[in-house]
């Protein structure tokens, strides 16, 4: 059974960072990309970023570019994404969603999502920026 458990999030002050882990079990997080997918209070769900299956592309939508950082450890079949310079804009609840094609990329950066799009979900983790 394929189970995806973040955790990491929390309250924060404008300025600070978060490190939000996800945990993935019951398939293997090697073959597949990953993605963190937001849901800020009131609105839809926004993409991201991406990991390639090896960790070695990663992608991110403009808002948090050059402020998030995605990586992965297969090892440990832990994703993460650290968050710095975080701002009342990046509060939201975050997922982590895997990819439902392996070795494939099918949810690009900039394009609407729905929760039909990935494979699986997690509970979600929640990041609230406020002073």
């Known amino acids: 059974q394929v189970q995806l458990v973040e955790s990491g999030g929390g309250l924060v002050q404008p300025g600070g960072s978060l490190r939000l882990s996800c945990v993935a079990s019951g398939f293997s997080l090697h073959a597949y990309w990953m993605y963190w997918v937001g849901q800020a209070p009131g609105k839809g769900l926004e993409w991201v970023s991406s990991?390639?299956?090896?960790?070695?592309?990663?992608r991110y939508a403009d808002s948090v570019r050059g402020r998030f950082t995605v990586s992965r450890d297969n090892t440990k079949n832990t994703l993460y994404l650290q968050m710095n310079s975080l701002t009342s804009d990046d509060t939201a609840v975050y997922f982590c969603?895997?990819?439902?094609?392996?070795?494939?990329?099918?949810?690009?950066?900039?394009?609407?999502?729905?929760?039909?799009?990935?494979?699986?979900w997690g509970q979600g983790t929640h990041v609230t920026v406020s002073s």
């Open positions: 969603a895997k990819e439902p094609r392996l070795f494939q990329e099918t949810v690009m950066p900039g394009t609407s999502i729905r929760v039909t799009d990935f494979g699986s």
């Open positions: 990991i390639e299956p090896g960790g070695g592309i990663a």
